[in-house]
């Protein structure tokens, strides 16, 4: 994987991927709530959220990867490093006002999503990678293999 610098990096394109990661979510979760589909607690309701966040933070990653051009899987890890980040801000504020906690999502679920947002996100990097530098979707980094 020759890209994989960080100094190959963009903040830029991180945040433009975890914007669009998080709008594909909303989205998609959107969606499901629309057609009832995860309107009642159980297992619909878990398998709903983890195709959103699954395919919301898969969308993410093939923007940056696709935009950036170099070091895809760093892209992606970016994006979910974005998400860590922004999670330990929330809960952040919502320490000081205790009406904002949430508190339906135990610390497994919250580990099993963070799993499938970097996964997801670093999939659809390099697959957004490939699809801007061969003209096709695949699954690896190095040019000169068929």
């Known amino acids: 994987m020759h890209?994989?610098?960080?100094?190959?990096?963009?903040?830029?394109?991180?945040?433009g991927g975890w914007l669009v990661a998080v709008a594909g979510t909303s989205l998609i979760v959107f969606v499901f709530l629309a057609s009832?589909?995860?309107?009642?607690?159980?297992?619909?309701?878990?398998?709903?959220?983890?195709?959103?966040?699954g395919a919301g933070f898969l969308f993410g990653g093939f923007f940056a990867g696709f935009r950036a051009m170099r070091a895809p899987i760093l892209h992606g890890t970016g994006i979910g490093i974005t998400s860590v980040v922004v999670w330990a801000l929330v809960n952040a504020v919502a320490a000081?006002?205790?009406?904002?906690?949430?508190?339906?999502?135990?610390?497994?679920?919250?580990?099993?999503?963070?799993?499938?947002?970097?996964?997801?996100?670093?999939?659809?990097?390099?697959?957004?990678?490939?699809?801007?530098?061969?003209?096709?979707?695949?699954?690896?980094?190095?040019?000169?293999?068929?």
């Open 3 to 15: 890209s994989e610098h960080l100094q190959n990096v963009s903040v830029g394109w991180v945040i």
């Open 36 to 53: 009832g589909f995860s309107a009642t607690e159980g297992p619909a309701n878990a398998l709903a959220t983890t195709i959103a966040v």
């Open 96 to 146: 000081f006002r205790p009406e904002l906690i949430y508190r339906g999502v135990g610390p497994v679920i919250v580990a099993g999503l963070m799993f499938v947002q970097f996964a997801a996100a670093m999939l659809g990097a390099l697959v957004g990678y490939n699809v801007v530098l061969r003209g096709k979707p695949g699954l690896r980094e190095d040019l000169d293999a068929p």
